[in-house]
Each structure stands twice: as structure tokens, then as C-alpha cells.
């Protein structure tokens, strides 16, 4: 699947590629419509409705991402409101197995993640995820989301990784795509980001459902570079 021998830098997602889907599908989708409906005085099926065509109107934009957006148009405290089902944030299953291979073979790891920095350091604080990293970018920082050119333009600029020796691992195809435009010639896609979801069937793309498959692989290939 992956020439791993090729692989010097590990560029990975968080949400659905790291941690369990299954927490964001749980608030974006039933959690805050309940709360949302309950705040202006309708059925949570209309705030889903009424929530589902903004999501829609600025998906994959910075905006979709952000925290204090959403704070701004529900006039809710969204981060108040994610801690409620903070229970549910997980690592994937086969991701420490992962992660602890990576490091241990010596490529550099780093996390780009679309998630504002409020959702991630929630994360952080509920799974220690940032122990398995050597950086953990917010794209936030930059601006705009991994949609975007822009932000592997300043991405490279910050990181100065050899795109012919990078991994991208996302759960995203346009993100994906977007990384693919850039130059990155290693991507690899998860076709089973949220546990209680089918797995999706991913043509254009090499997938992975369990990452547990390539540990002895990650291990006994040291990069070349």
C-alpha cells in the first residue's frame, strides 16, 4: 500500500484519522440542535435542519471549523456545550499501536488539524494525544482550512518537509485532493473514520481501516532520508 522506505515525515489529521468520529457526528448532528432548539424554541429536527444548511453554506471554509463562529451565530458557548459529551472523545482504536510505531522508527510525526484550537486542546486534555506528536498545528493558525493551497504554501514554509517523502493521512477526500494539488506524493485515506459508521468504500485513494496492519512494516523500514 505504502512504500514506507520513502516516508521521512508523517503529516496526520486528528478528527475521524486519530480520534474516533465519532464525538464531532454526535455534537454537530444531535447535540447542539438539541441545545440550539431548546435555546430559540423549536424541535430539535428544525434546528438540525436549519443548523445542517449553515454547515452546508460554509463547509470547508475556516468557518465551518471555528468555535467562535458557531458561538457567534447560536449565540450559544459551544466549547461549554462540547464538554457535555467530552466522554465520547476516544482514540481510534488502532491508533496508539500506530502512533507508538511512528515514533519509535524515527520519522518526524506531526498533527494538521482543522479543529479550532479550543476543540483541540479539549481533546488533548481528554486523550494526551499531544504526547505521540513532535508538533500539533491548528490550522487556525494560519487562517484558512487544508482545503486550501494557502495553507500547505505556509505549512511548508513552517515545517520545510520533502513532499516526496511526506504521508498525508486524512479522512477527507477534497482535503485529500487539496494535499494531492500541493505535491504530497504519499496519501493515504481512512475509509472508517467514525466507529459507528460503515466503512465507505475509497476508490481514488489507498485506505486504511486499521492501522494495525503496517506497524511490523513501519518498523523494520527506516527512512531514507
Partial sequence: MLDWSEISTVLLDMDGTILDLHYDNRFWLEHLPKRYGESVGIS???????????????????AW???DYWAEQTQLPITELKRE???????????DEFLQALRTSGR??????NAHPG????????????????????????????ESQ???????AVE???????LFVDDSLPILDSAKTFGIKHLLAVANPDSQQPVREITDYPAITDYRVMTAEILATAPKI
Fill in 108 to 113: 518526524r510525526v506531526v498533527m494538521v488539524t
Fill in 85 to 95: 459529551l467530552m466522554h465520547l472523545i476516544a482514540l481510534r482504536q488502532d491508533a
Fill in 150 to 156: 494557502s495553507l500547505w504554501q505556509q505549512l511548508h
Fill in 119 to 146: 476543540s483541540l486542546s479539549l481533546k488533548i486534555e481528554r486523550t494526551q494525544l499531544d504526547k505521540y506528536f513532535d508538533k500539533l498545528y491548528s490550522t487556525h493558525e494560519f487562517g484558512v482550512s487544508k
Fill in 160 to 166: 520545510k518537509f520533502d513532499c516526496q517523502h511526506t
Fill in 65 to 67: 471549523y471555528c468555535l
Fill in 44 to 62: 430539535t429536527e428544525a434546528a438540525r435542519e436549519k443548523l445542517t444548511a449553515h454547515y452546508q453554506k460554509v463547509h470547508g471554509t475556516i
